[in-house]
């Protein structure tokens, strides 16, 4: 996870199965060498305190004001401040696939999670484009 590059990596799984505590604990291993922003449309990634929690090390982290606004919030990640990699939990939306296309074109290292398992994944139009 740690090693020089740009691969990305998505995190597949159920709710409750650690997807987001696994996002946490990468999102600090990464902060220590590199530029990491956190998109965080739900607090679950940085906490809800204007201060993030510590969890996430030295990352930035970036609200989400709305639900629909993430994919926004990404693409003006990748603008305004210059990070080797963006951390999103949840990607779900047609949009929100879009953006981590166009974040990753410009070469920004990704790491997210989505819902459900790799063949869900493959078999659902909106978010195939992640494999």
Not at 47 to 76: F, N, T, Y
Not at 78 to 84: F, I, L, S
Not at 97 to 120: P, S
């Amino acid at each position: 996870i740690s090693s020089p590059g740009n691969e990305s990596i998505l995190f597949l799984g159920g709710p409750g199965s650690g997807k987001t505590t696994v996002l946490r604990d990468v999102t600090r291993i990464l902060a220590e060498t590199i530029n990491v922003c956190v998109i965080d449309k739900s607090n679950e990634i940085g906490g809800d305190g204007d201060v993030p929690h510590s969890c996430i090390g030295h990352a930035r982290r970036l609200m989400v004001p709305e639900l629909d606004k993430q994919a926004d919030v990404m693409i003006e990640c990748v603008q305004n401040h210059t990070p080797h990699c963006i951390v999103v939990d949840e990607i779900g939306r047609t949009r929100e696939v879009f953006a981590a296309e166009t974040c990753k074109n410009r070469g920004v290292r990704m790491v997210a999670t989505a819902h459900g398992d790799l063949r869900t994944l493959v078999e659902n139009k909106a978010l195939n484009r992640l494999v």
